[in-house]
């Protein structure tokens, strides 16, 4: 699992669309509609496509409100309408998946709200018996998301990542993202992180090679009280932040804060520490 690889490619696909999609208000003949299966939207939504899915008896359409700014869902059962729902931002993924290996599949929803740091939702749509519902949402905030098999087993699960620490401690750009795993067991997205300490621990040893980088070249350390956003310590305490995250996954997170006490000898080590703790309930 390269989460930093995956995740780099969200955040510049997110900035790309909130740009282009800037550019396009501003100067509405810059950009034009790009073909592709599903149905284009005017010439002043470029990005924002309608989607048309079909499953067995079942037909789901996307159409997107430039008035209110949101994908409307419609579903049909056997050509009749059965459900209409409706999305912040724009509906831009929408497959069926058998997550359990048991030959029923459940749909997943994927939505955008737009901009360049948030933010992406998945739905899990459940079809039985010609009715359809929506059991329960996954807020992502600016993660993407893989289906992947781990096991090899045909059970399926959803491989992502936490946020959780976008701007705590520096910049956007180089916070980490610790890694998340979801399966879907009685219609409901059930975190199952802990039972994949392997791809934990290899996005831990990725943090450790950064986290030398910075402790082996020295950074300045500051005041108890003074800003380290955007500083070589912000830096250091995002990965920190990060691996004890990770740890914390895999019921380990004791191992992040004897890292945290050996790498950050800083004035505000027992403040960094106290955050992590109580704001994130890393304990």
Known sequence: ??????????????????????????????????????????????????????????LFKTIYDTSNWCSVLKVQYKNKIIKKESFDGWVDTINAFDFNG????????????GGAHCCVMIFLGVMENGDFKIPDTLFLGNAGFNITDFEKDGKLEIETASDMFAYAFTNYAETRFPPKVYRVKNKKFVNVTKEYPKQVKDYIEELKADLKELTDIGFECYGINDDTFNTDAGSVKTILAAITACYYSIGEVKKGYELIDKSYKCPDKDKFVKILKNEFRLK
């Open 102 to 113: 048991d030959g029923k599949k459940n749909l997943l929803i994927g939505s955008f709200t």
């Open 1 to 58: 699992m390269n989460i930093k690889n995956l995740f780099f490619r969200v955040w510049f696909s997110n900035i790309f669309i909130f740009i282009s999609f800037s550019i396009f208000l501003l100067f509405p003949n810059f950009l034009y509609p790009q073909s592709d299966s599903t149905t284009s939207l005017s010439d002043y939504y470029p990005l924002v496509k309608n989607i048309n899915f079909k499953y067995g008896d079942y």
